[in-house]
């Protein structure tokens, strides 16, 4: 990747989304902070920055369901996967202690990741946009009898103090991110092991059954199967398909011919190396 190349993620410096940028990228590109998933989406259709990182699903909690979603929407090509392991950190500013806390603020998703160790500590959770956000919240505030949930890297940009670390209820936690580009700009050169696909099926009976053999019978191993609504049609969905296998496979281009039989509307949304966790 090109030193200074400009790459967008969701979320407030020192959000988790940045730690990915920098744990797959390095510290040599440029990273963009946006608030909202629909504007990195926007930032990257419109040539904005080069490439985008998105969180896909957790281990714990599941998909990122209104990325899925966005995914669908535009014409990008995942090239590269991500698996963060997340430190859930409870942080407050200089001389503070867990007696002096009366309330803790984060994201919703990580309040709920960490439900077990407020109620041991007699804790009120208050949720607030993101993990950054609320680091930058209590920071500023000064406040000595607040604290915050977040990573590492929060409590290094903003000054703050870690009281204790891996407080999340669950201790194998995991957030899964795809890294994007536009379809026009995929690059050469890069490895190939996994793919995402989505698709609609058609509506007879067996439909999605017939989908699925057609894996089975070309010896492809699916590692994720999900369904979604589609937006503005009731009742219908959208599958979403990971597996085994490079793009350009001869095996995984023959699968993919004999898929049309079932599905509709076929959309290839990345194949890239399988990321390690």
């Known amino acids: 990747m090109n030193k200074g190349m400009k790459v967008a993620f969701q979320g407030t410096k020192g959000s988790y989304s940045e730690e990915a940028l920098y744990k797959y990228f390095g510290k040599d590109v440029k990273a963009v902070g946006i608030a909202l998933s629909e504007d990195v989406c926007s930032a990257l259709e419109n040539e904005e920055v080069a490439c985008a990182i998105l969180p896909i699903e957790n281990s714990i909690v599941g998909n990122v369901d209104i ?14 996967e991500l698996y963060l392991e997340i430190n859930h950190c409870l942080m407050a500013n200089q001389g503070v202690d867990v007696a ?10 990580a309040l709920a990741q ?42 290094d940009y903003y000054g703050l103090n ?39 099926t058609k509506h007879h009976p067996g439909a999605l059954l017939g989908c699925l053999q057609v894996f ?42 004999e898929l049309k039989r079932d599905a509709n509307d076929i959309k290839i949304l990345g194949s890239y190396p399988a990321g390690q966790f």
Do not use: W
């Open 67 to 80: 990325n899925m979603d966005l995914i669908f929407k535009h014409d990008f090509f995942a090239i590269g």
């Open 100 to 109: 002096d806390i009366k309330a803790v603020y984060s994201h919703p998703i």
């Open 114 to 155: 960490c439900h077990g160790f407020f109620k041991d500590q007699g804790l009120k959770p208050v949720a607030e946009f993101d993990t950054a956000g609320s680091a930058k919240i209590i920071s500023e505030s000064k406040s000595l009898n607040e604290a915050c949930v977040g990573s590492r890297l929060c409590a």
């Open 162 to 200: 870690i009281i204790q670390e891996k407080i999340q209820d669950e201790a194998a936690n995991y957030t899964r991110f795809l890294i994007f580009v536009k379809e026009k700009n995929i690059p050469t050169g890069i490895g190939k092991e996994k793919t995402s696909i989505a698709f609609t």
């Open 216 to 257: 089975a019978d070309y010896s492809i191993n699916l590692t994720k199967l999900e369904s979604r609504p589609i937006p503005h049609e009731p009742f219908k969905y959208i599958f979403y398909v990971d597996f085994m296998g490079a793009l350009h496979n001869d095996k995984v281009q023959e699968c993919l011919k």
